[in-house]
């Protein structure tokens, strides 16, 4: 009897067989990190390639976001076009936020957008998952192996494209990690950077001490990073060390062709400003309106045309609210949403002025404030010309200088905005890139959890439930009926 002969394996050089193993390796680790950390991956690869395959008419319409210089650098070194998208980090409490099990269920959320979407898209429908997990489960190290171990290998096999009909024909095109999206301690987290924010590096942009930000109102004052800078300090190494330089793991995905954390660094409005600097500011305002001598206002006056303000539309659903006199003695307004802080900000002198309540011109504060508005209405434009930031740059700096000689308090987050020009010219308008939509997708989860009412295997269970929901819209991406279901 003969024995049929060896079939002859193709020959495959020590390199690409490392790489093939490393991430036939990886494959092997999450399915082991699924079932340790209850973690549910329904995700970048199964979702998301229908998805990005779908972008076709998107990619051709291109928000104004892919004008943006981060965009066009990538576009002009031979990568030609290229769908890019974000990921989004933030942790969330899905119980009772009193007691222990807000701890135990507390879920590390990560969530992918595409950003050559028009503008008109970008909404909570278009935000896709990434994974769900316990955050308790993924804290430090193992977060980071999470990323690398989850995130990175689907990331790389995107970075090499994804077939996609395109100007009339099947094209291979990259999709390209552009920026990592959060609050603050989110992005540090998925960065590597450190968590500790008054310490000596407390800023992801600059070398600015949380002492240096209390002082320093102008962005030429601090020592920018860079990527040269941080390939230098942690030269592709696990960065022991370095927490002097803010860094505590080398990010995950600088691996990946066209990524770097320093680049790639971006800002979150939402979390900087309306869940704080103006949590501070509105106070300082009402104080001084109230304690003005020239004019006999009670914070009772401003809360009675706060409630009695007639509210329409998309105000009446994020009512500004009244400020309770236990947050005017001690500075900061607490528990109040993102949307209504924001409703209060840009409303306060309409409300006031409704209720005949005067200001006078001397009151510096409410004159800062009405300045602060001025760059408030820049930010917020979906499209900010980019002859318009030096100009904002200027101002932001103006604002920055009076808030701290009035005796504003400073930290990390109205520094931020020092930044906030640089950032725009790199990702186009901060309105893409807040976290408003991520923050909608979490309302879901919360409301679901509290009728469900089962807390095992939490975010299998959420992840299971938002994919389920998602059902009618990858239906219509797959059958090509997408840009019509959206209208
Ligand atoms: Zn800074």
Redesign the pocket.
């Known amino acids: 009897m003969t024995l049929p002969s060896t079939p002859s394996v193709p020959s495959v050089s020590p390199i690409d067989a490392a790489v093939t193993n490393m991430f036939d390796q990886a494959h092997l680790h999450w399915s082991d990190m699924l079932k340790r950390n209850n973690l549910n991956r329904k995700t970048v690869n199964d979702a998301q390639t229908q998805v990005l395959q779908t972008l076709a008419n998107a990619v051709e319409i291109c928000s104004s976001f892919m004008d943006s210089e981060t965009a066009t650098s990538l576009t002009n070194k031979k990568i030609g076009d290229f769908i890019g998208i974000s990921l989004y980090f933030d942790e969330f409490g899905t119980v009772n936020p009193l007691g222990q099990s807000s701890a135990t269920n507390k879920i590390m959320g990560c969530y992918f957008r595409v950003n050559n979407f028009p503008i008109e898209l970008q909404d909570t429908d278009l935000i896709f998952l990434g994974f769900l997990a316990l955050a308790i489960d993924v804290k430090q190290e193992d977060f980071q192996e999470l990323l690398k171990n989850l995130l990175l290998p689907q990331l790389h096999d995107l970075e090499n494209g994804i077939d996609v009909p395109y100007k009339g024909e099947m094209k291979k095109m990259p999709v390209i990690l552009l920026n990592l999206l959060g609050d603050n301690l989110g992005i540090h987290q998925c960065s590597g950077y450190t968590t500790y924010f008054a310490g000596d590096v407390?800023?992801?942009?600059?070398?600015?001490t949380a002492a240096d930000?209390k002082l320093k109102w102008a962005?030429n004052e601090?020592q920018?990073k860079t990527a040269e800078n941080y390939d230098r300090i942690t030269d592709r190494n696990d960065c022991v060390g370095l927490e002097g330089h803010g860094i505590k793991y080398y990010c995950t995905f600088n691996r990946l062709e066209h990524f770097h954390v320093v680049d790639a660094t971006c800002v979150d409005m939402m979390h900087d400003l309306m869940e704080g600097h103006l949590k501070r500011l509105l106070i300082y305002i009402i104080r001084s309106i109230v304690n003005d001598n020239a004019t006999p206002t009670t914070l009772e006056d401003i809360n009675n045309a706060i409630t009695s303000f007639p509210c329409a539309g998309e105000l009446a659903r994020n009512k500004p609210q009244k400020f309770f006199l236990d947050h005017v003695r001690k500075g900061e307004i607490k528990q109040s949403t993102a949307k209504s802080i924001l409703n209060i900000t840009l409303y306060l002198p309409l409300i006031l002025n409704q209720a005949h309540i005067a200001v006078t011109t001397t009151n510096n504060w409410y004159k800062l404030y009405l300045y602060f508005l001025g760059i408030l209405d820049i930010l917020l434009m979906p499209n900010i010309p980019k002859d318009r930031l030096p100009r904002l740059q200027i101002q932001i700096q103006t604002y920055l200088k009076h808030y701290i000689q009035y005796g504003g308090h400073m930290t990390?987050k109205p520094?931020?905005t020092?930044?906030y020009a640089d950032v725009i010219k790199r990702f186009g308008s901060l309105i893409h890139s807040w976290s408003m939509a991520f923050e909608a997708k979490h309302k879901a989860f919360k409301e679901y959890e509290r009728n469900n009412k089962n807390h095992k295997d939490l975010a299998m269970t959420l992840a299971q439930r938002i994919q389920e929901q998602n059902v009618p819209l990858y239906e219509n991406m797959a059958n090509g009926n997408f840009l019509v279901f959206i209208n």
């Open positions: 407390s800023c992801r942009l600059c070398y600015g930000l962005l601090f920018l990390v520094h931020l020092l930044h």
